[in-house]
């Protein structure tokens, strides 16, 4: 399967490790706006130079392209999917879907319009963590979920625009627990209520911590509370978890799942074992997907439901109220 990967600087990195380590995927050719970029990655990675394009456009009319990889900004999103989808050719696009939720729309409709496949990198539903705590939540016999606490806590220096972004916290970040929450609970938030704020020594022009509430269906509670300018005591990147159930606690602490039954000793959960993480894990659904016809989880028609939920917690936090969340068209 031939790819074209739309963007390597910055998170392309991870894709072209990816795609060059696949035994599925390789490339075809790449496109990248900076040519400093481009000229640095060549090198880096071996690169044919001659077929890094300037344009999206120009790379589908010079060489053969079974699927788009979009490593763009957020902002460039709406616009280079669009192309694909309307030249059918599917897409795996990097998180968020888009940089507005009408732009993600416009996204969905395209999809839906052309029929070709739209795919969202929701890479940390495949972290082994993850994984051993979803199996856990389906398999320890705990009884209903009331309440899920979630910690995330970190201070990166990435610099670029996601010091620009109004909610670099929830946009950027955030949508990762979002879309988890939807994963681990199998259910859709039906209201949300957050503050947001910018501790005095944030390097972020716009609003790094937050902390927001979330009811979602089947009278489940989740307590989210994070901040990206955080000054010590680091989470790990997949947050600090805990579901409180009928029969016990199920937690994912420092990466480690545990499950507490009620008067019973702690039982830590062997990982569990698999072939693919990350963004290998979601490469190879792609290439299953797109040659195979097998649907996958984290196409633009579910994955706007998680991208919801992240514009409806920043109406919250821009008008202090709860928002009920609106139904979306998938």
Same mark, same amino acid.
């Given at each position: 399967?031939?790819?074209?990967?739309?963007?390597?600087?910055?998170?392309?990195?991870?894709?072209?490790?990816?795609?060059?380590? /696949?035994? @599925?995927?390789? *490339?075809?050719?790449?496109?990248?706006?900076?040519?400093?970029?481009?000229?640095?990655?060549?090198?880096?990675?071996?690169?044919?130079?001659?077929? $890094?394009?300037?344009?999206?456009?120009?790379?589908?009319?010079?060489?053969?392209?079974?699927? $788009?990889?979009?490593?763009?900004?957020?902002?460039?999103?709406?616009? #280079?999917?669009?192309?694909?989808? @309307?030249? !059918? #050719?599917?897409?795996?696009?990097?998180?968020?879907?888009?940089?507005?939720?009408?732009?993600?729309?416009?996204? +969905? =409709?395209?999809?839906?319009?052309?029929?070709?496949?739209?795919?969202?990198?929701?890479? *940390? %539903?495949?972290?082994?963590?993850?994984?051993?705590?979803?199996?856990?939540?389906?398999?320890? =016999?705990?009884?209903? $979920?009331?309440?899920?606490?979630?910690?995330?806590?970190?201070?990166?220096?990435?610099?670029?625009?996601?010091?620009?972004?109004?909610?670099?916290?929830?946009?950027?970040?955030?949508?990762?627990?979002? =879309?988890?929450?939807?994963?681990?609970?199998?259910?859709?938030?039906?209201?949300?209520?957050?503050?947001?704020?910018?501790?005095?020594?944030?390097?972020?022009?716009?609003?790094?911590?937050? /902390?927001?509430?979330?009811?979602?269906?089947?009278? #489940?509670?989740? !307590?989210?509370?994070?901040?990206?300018? !955080?000054?010590?005591?680091?989470?790990?990147?997949?947050?600090?978890? %805990?579901?409180?159930?009928?029969?016990?606690?199920?937690?994912?602490?420092?990466?480690?799942?545990?499950?507490?039954?009620?008067?019973?000793?702690?039982?830590?959960?062997?990982?569990?074992?698999?072939?693919?993480?990350?963004?290998?894990?979601?490469?190879?659904?792609?290439?299953?997907?797109?040659?195979?016809?097998?649907?996958?989880?984290?196409?633009?028609?579910?994955? $706007?439901?998680?991208?919801?939920?992240?514009?409806?917690? #920043?109406? /919250?936090?821009?008008?202090?109220?709860?928002?009920?969340?609106?139904? +979306?068209?998938?």
């Amino acid at each position: 399967m031939k790819v074209v990967q739309v963007g390597i600087g910055g998170m392309g990195n991870a894709w072209l490790r990816a795609v060059q380590a /696949s035994p @599925e995927v390789e *490339y075809s050719g790449f496109v990248e706006v900076n040519q400093t970029i481009a000229q640095q990655q060549a090198e880096k990675y071996g690169l044919d130079p001659a077929r $890094i394009f300037p344009s999206l456009a120009e790379a589908l009319n010079a060489v053969p392209v079974d699927g $788009i990889i979009n490593v763009t900004p957020p902002q460039f999103h709406r616009e #280079v999917s669009i192309l694909a989808l @309307e030249a !059918s #050719v599917p897409v795996l696009s990097e998180k968020p879907l888009a940089d507005t939720l009408g732009a993600a729309q416009d996204i +969905v =409709d395209a999809a839906n319009r052309t029929g070709v496949l739209h795919m969202v990198t929701q890479n *940390y %539903r495949y972290s082994i963590p993850a994984l051993t705590l979803k199996r856990t939540l389906e398999t320890a =016999d705990l009884g209903r $979920i009331g309440a899920v606490t979630v910690e995330f806590f970190r201070g990166p220096h990435f610099g670029g625009f996601r010091e620009e972004m109004p909610y670099p916290l929830i946009i950027d970040m955030s949508i990762h627990h979002f =879309d988890m929450m939807r994963y681990f609970l199998a259910l859709d938030p039906i209201w949300i209520y957050g503050r947001s704020w910018n501790p005095p020594w944030s390097w972020y022009n716009g609003d790094a911590s937050a /902390s927001v509430l979330l009811r979602f269906e089947g009278d #489940v509670t989740v !307590s989210y509370n994070g901040s990206w300018c !955080s000054q010590g005591m680091d989470t790990p990147w997949n947050g600090q978890w %805990r579901f409180e159930c009928e029969r016990g606690v199920i937690a994912l602490r420092d990466d480690q799942v545990t499950v507490y039954r009620t008067g019973e000793a702690p039982e830590p959960v062997e990982p569990v074992a698999t072939e693919r993480v990350a963004q290998s894990y979601l490469l190879h659904e792609f290439y299953e997907a797109v040659t195979m016809g097998k649907p996958p989880a984290t196409t633009c028609q579910d994955n $706007i439901k998680s991208l919801a939920i992240v514009f409806n917690t #920043v109406q /919250s936090f821009e008008t202090g109220a709860p928002v009920a969340v609106a139904a +979306v068209a998938a």
